[in-house]
């Protein structure tokens, strides 16, 4: 068959994970509490089905198998992340010399196997210990995490040379501090905003320590959720609402991170509320000495937005959603199982934004799925047939094809994720893997989309 869609040479085809969703032995191995372990232990009917991340899907001790297996469907790149209370358990003080063999043997394995390990510092996943002492609100946790970074740098940075300093970052911010899904479970714009802002002198502070290092050919970045604002119409009501949504949702990341400074109108409309963090003397230089060298982005759905129909109650608590409401578009394609829309251009167009405002930087599809509830409904001849899930990522990679055709410097594209894994409060609710986990057994079995993947992989194209 003809290849209608070929890649660059030399193109990234892998998928991304994280420590606490994917490796299980959380008490095993030396590690720490971090918060996942420790609300769970709290309030288990917050998650789904009542699935902690105990064990999760176990690559804490298969990586081996995983690994081989990641090989055999046509991995040339794979990203996970350090659990920063495994490696230092309790955020501070000793490395977890269980924890750097445990690293050092996927990293080796990674290598070994040909596929490019990438390495992200922070998932969601703050150890206890430091989210006692404040968490991104605290200064001093900024320093911890700071230490650990070149700790980390220190140990595997000889092998590592694409390394990221956060994941989704605004998502700490949205589910801890304003919208109630993750622990601390804290309703307060405030505070949010001054998480969001200590978070990103933490990722400067990471990035500045990793330049102190002289490993050639390595590069620093930050992976961002970055969701198109889309306005229902062109009316200016709607156009404003649409803006300031981007400002919230996606340019308080992307733009201190590849610019080194915040955008005015943001400033400006959290002065006017009274919302502005607290900042140091310094911040401002640091954040625009050490912006980042590569971008990831992460992409599943698109954000709709009308201007607000109501005005907000003024007892209630300040809200980014103050400025909008959602829109659902009449007509729009749904994943029905998680409730998503689906909207394949959204990845040809944060292309096109990073290339025409931001300098064209190296950037890469650092995740994009699709959820799906049940999948044992389509198991044929004992293996799922995901076909809703081959044409999720045909559809966004027929995009982000045009996007390179454009010029776009796009670099790669992981699927969230390798194996089914653990979905903080949605638990194994929604499968995204390409191979499947048995939750009793732990067994792996390749979907239908993991062969497919493979072929994509060696054809570099489709």
Not at 191 to 218: C, G, L, W
Not at 286 to 314: C, F, M, S, W
Request: glycine share 8%; aromatic share 16%.
């Amino acid at each position: 068959m003809a290849i209608q869609y070929k890649f660059p040479e030399g193109f990234w085809w892998g998928s991304a994970t994280s420590a606490t969703q994917m490796e299980g032995a959380a008490s095993e191995g030396g590690k720490g509490l971090n918060i996942w372990d420790y609300w769970y232990s709290q309030e288990p009917n917050r998650f789904f089905e009542g699935v902690g991340p105990e064990s999760t899907s176990d690559f804490y001790h298969t990586y081996k198998q995983d690994i081989k297996r990641m090989k055999e469907i046509g991995h040339n790149t794979f990203r996970l992340s350090i659990s920063w209370s495994r490696f230092i358990p309790g955020g501070e003080g000793e490395v977890n010399q269980e924890a750097v063999t445990f690293y050092n043997n996927v990293i080796d394995e990674l290598i070994a196997n040909d596929i490019e390990p990438f390495v992200n510092l922070f998932h969601f996943d703050m150890p206890l210990e430091m989210q006692e002492k404040g968490g991104w609100e605290s200064r001093e946790v900024v320093e911890a995490y700071t230490t650990y970074a070149k700790k980390a740098y220190e140990f595997f940075g000889d092998r590592v040379k694409k390394w990221f300093t956060f994941n989704e970052p605004i998502v700490p911010v949205e589910g801890g501090y304003l919208y109630d899904f993750h622990y601390p479970n804290v309703v307060d714009a405030k505070r949010a905003f001054q998480v969001a802002y200590n978070t990103m002198i933490a990722h400067a502070k990471a990035v500045e320590a990793f330049r102190t290092f002289d490993y050639p050919d390595s590069k620093i970045g930050i992976i961002l959720n970055l969701t198109p604002s889309y306005p229902r119409s062109q009316n200016p009501a709607d156009l404003k609402a649409s803006n300031i949504c981007d400002l919230f949702f996606n340019r308080s990341f992307l733009d201190p991170a590849v610019k080194g400074e915040y955008p005015k109108e943001l400033v400006d409309l959290l002065e006017e509320h009274g919302q502005l963090p607290e900042m140091e003397k310094g911040d401002a230089q640091l954040l625009k000495n050490n912006t980042v060298d590569i971008l990831g982005v992460n992409y599943y759905q698109p954000r709709r937005v009308k201007a607000k129909e109501h005005l907000p109650n003024p007892y209630s608590p300040f809200m980014p959603d103050w400025f909008f409401d959602n829109y659902e578009m009449p007509g729009r394609k749904m994943n029905p199982y998680r409730g998503w829309e689906i909207y394949e251009k959204g990845i040809y167009d944060i292309m096109i934004n990073l290339k025409e405002n931001y300098g064209n930087i190296e950037s890469f599809i650092s995740e994009n799925g699709m959820g799906v509830q049940n999948e044992e409904r389509f198991i044929k001849d004992g293996r799922i047939e995901d076909d809703y899930r081959i044409e999720f990522i045909q559809g966004h990679l027929e995009w982000l094809h045009k996007a390179i055709q454009e010029g776009c410097n796009a670099k790669g594209y992981h699927l969230w994720t390798f194996l089914d894994n653990w979905s903080w409060m949605n638990a194994y609710k929604n499968r995204y893997g390409f191979f499947s986990v048995d939750l009793e057994t732990k067994e792996r079995t390749a979907k239908k989309s993991a062969y497919w993947f493979t072929e994509v992989s060696k054809n570099n194209g489709f």
